[in-house]
């Protein structure tokens, strides 16, 4: 469950990069005709699981936020399973720690880059009075999840805080002696890190050992992954396959699977697809990783390696193609890469791009291959930042200090035997020494914190600047770019004759200025809001230009200073163009008084108000606007939906539209 280094590892024994060829890929018709009923219902079942996987995302958020009602009404709506159960039992509080493992286990698969609901999930957990070693595994896996996020500091903390908690029951315990043994891990993986096989392969072997005399699989299966790495880094091919195959034998016994199955099937692959001649085995167990919801992101990854040593002409690579409803490997790549983007931890996203790069360099794609190797380099220097080694070098120092404190007590214990003079003195003198000691260190490492902390801060101030002034160059591009729609929609109205499709091409132009009025708003202000005092002004100003420039209109405009960001801005912009501009059309005329009315205000259940009305005649009474055939409507009942508001419409003394609507913030909520 660590980060994947090991395929780091295994990079070392690849084979030599076979010679570039040139492949035309001819697959892409011939799937599109032999697509089979059975791949529809594939399609459905996909579409079902997904529907329930979003079912059970919706109820582990409320059990995190503490929403049990809401988390019990969901739960409700689902079939009865074994999972289901346990989320019932949480919601119920007759939850045991089992229980809170397989909810952690869930809520870390479904996306590996972000840990803050897993933060939450331990933070609510309460600590046993007694030990148990299912709260020992879940301290575990967290700790376990931080080491694949590069978080080794904040892993070595929560590792100190688990040994606490054990060192406080009886040693000899069955359950405290396992849970001591998942301790090891810890420093296994660091061994690892930093390539110590002297160190790290005789605490792996000593572990194993250890978990065999306690007869207990899971921890044998955790120890063998591990011992795996350093079987690679000692370029032990055979040792490795023989070891990974022992770890899923032991998998197959049981029915539930250890959090390394998945793992242990990658490393095998990898370790088959170097040693040549198991195409078939390699392909047998991508269609596990496949097949498993929660491992079929990481598989991608595998399946371009493994495409990199097939030939094009193999059925196998014909049938990865059908897999992936794909024609060529340029296809294959750019599927695999859009799927697991933002979706895995930054790790696994560079195997991604680097195995792309060369199941693509290859197969010929040259320029292609160059394109993913560049964005493989940029992510790695992202990954190995000066953080690694700081964090390593916290975690040895803390190790030493450790150390220490055993030595100091084994020289009290020695010095006490001269006498109690002796040894009040020793000890008077130790505790001196050890509190300047302390207190020097302790100001020295609050110096280095502070100065890291100003650095950081100083550091994020300037991505700050420069993320604002990218957004605003963005909106500058984007209004530019409407007001080059713009000026192609009004040279193309000069050759429009017909009326009617000269009056929709102006509309459409309007619509465009609308929306580009936004963005030069946008670009004009730092903070990214748009006052909609200002916009209401310009726009009734440009469409008065447009419309009514031979009318005299009495505008009232209020707005109470209120502002928005641009995904509530740009459809409240578009109605209000479209309800101004039908205003202009269909109200006004030389024989009347016109009086054209625009408000916006908070009203006190948080929604907003939106009212545009006029004086002229009205429609028709029976006029249903939510039927309405002309564009312009259509477009403005869409929008108010898009805003997750309600439109209501009367003739009072003219038109009068009145729109509740909710800001980004409130829609975000209830999505």
Known sequence: MYKKYDSLFLIILKKPQMKNKIVITVFSLFFSLVFSQTEINNNTEIKKQLYTATIFTKIENFIIEKRLDSASFYCSKLEKSE???????????EQSYSDFYELAIRIKNRNTTDLSNFRKLISIIPVPEIINLDYVYLNWFYITSLRNNSKFEEASKENSKLEQYLKSFNQTKIDVLKGNLLLNTHQIVLFMIEKNVEEGKPLCLQSLEKAKELNDKTLQIIFLNHLCDFLIEERNLDGYIETSELSLSLE???NEKSPYYSQTIEKLIDA?????GYEARIYELLQILYKNPNSRLASYSLFADFLSSLEESSPITKEIFELFNVSNYSAFCKLIEEETKGKIDDNLFYYVLDLNSKLLESKGFLSEAILYKDKSIVL?????SEDLSSSLANYRTEQALKQKEIEITHEKEKTQLFGIIIGLVSLGLLVLVYIIFKKTKQQRILREKNAEIKHQRDQIKEKEKEKSLLLREIHHRVKNNFQIVSSLLELQTKNIEDEKALELANDGKNRVKSMALIHQKLYQNEDSLINFDEYIQQLVKELTSMYASNLDIETHIITEDIQFDVDTAIPLGLIINEL?????KYAFSNENENILSISINKENNNFYKLVVSDNGPGLNDDFNYKKAKSLGLR??????????????????????????FKDTYLRNQIN
């Open 380 to 384: 790695t220097r992202k990954i190995y």
């Open 252 to 254: 197959s016994d049981s």
């Open 272 to 276: 088959y697809n170097y040693k040549g």
């Open 635 to 660: 477009l403005v009942n869409r929008l108010v939906r898009q805003l997750q508001g309600t439109l209501n419409l009367n003739n009072s003394k003219g038109a009068n539209f009145e729109i509740l």
């Open 580 to 584: 101004i501009t039908n205003a202009y």
């Open 83 to 93: 999972y289901v159960a346990s989320l019932n039992r949480i919601i119920n509080n």
